[in-house]
């Protein structure tokens, strides 16, 4: 699976957008606790920091250089896997999706209440739902591509 995400930096903010599947924050817990998605966080270290990760989440900034290398990584370690974004309040999340509907990777799921809630839901922090250090988060990032 090809992907460069100097794709995200080098394709217009004028992208079509595309029909992605939106779950809502409890829908992707349980999906995660099921083994049926991996759900990536692609805000920055310091919103991580405020707010903690989605347990179960892995930590992947868009706003890195490597994000693209480091998501095509993961990808190609977990060719069979469900993929899911979140983001604050979803408009990362479906920029992003949108970004990798356009270049042949479909099937990514738009949390997009996000972590902290948007007209859609409350999101994952009001809803009181577990948490983790952006640490432990990353390293769940380190251990996937490692298998």
């Known amino acids: 699976m090809k992907l460069a995400l ?8 004028q992208a079509a957008v595309a029909e992605t599947a939106i779950l809502s924050a409890p829908a992707a ?3 995660m606790q099921t083994g049926d998605l991996i759900l990536i966080d692609i805000r920055t270290p310091e919103e991580w920091a405020e707010t903690g990760v989605a347990r ?9 250089r490597d994000f693209g290398a480091k998501l095509t990584a993961l ?4 060719p069979n896997a469900n993929f899911g974004l979140i983001c604050a309040t979803g408009g990362r999340t479906s920029y992003v999706t949108s970004v990798l509907e356009k270049n042949g990777i ?8 996000g972590m ?3 007209s859609l839901g409350a999101g994952w922090v009001a809803r009181d739902m577990p948490v ?11 251990q996937m591509i490692a298998e």
């Open 132 to 142: 983790v250090t952006a640490g432990v988060a990353i390293g769940v990032y380190e």
């Open 116 to 118: 902290l809630g948007n």
């Open 106 to 113: 479909t099937g990514v799921v738009d949390v997009s209440e």
């Open 29 to 31: 817990y349980e999906a």
């Open 56 to 64: 179960g989440a892995l930590a992947l900034t868009m706003h890195s």
């Open 75 to 78: 990808f190609a370690a977990q």
């Open 6 to 13: 100097a794709i995200v930096a080098s394709v217009s903010a």
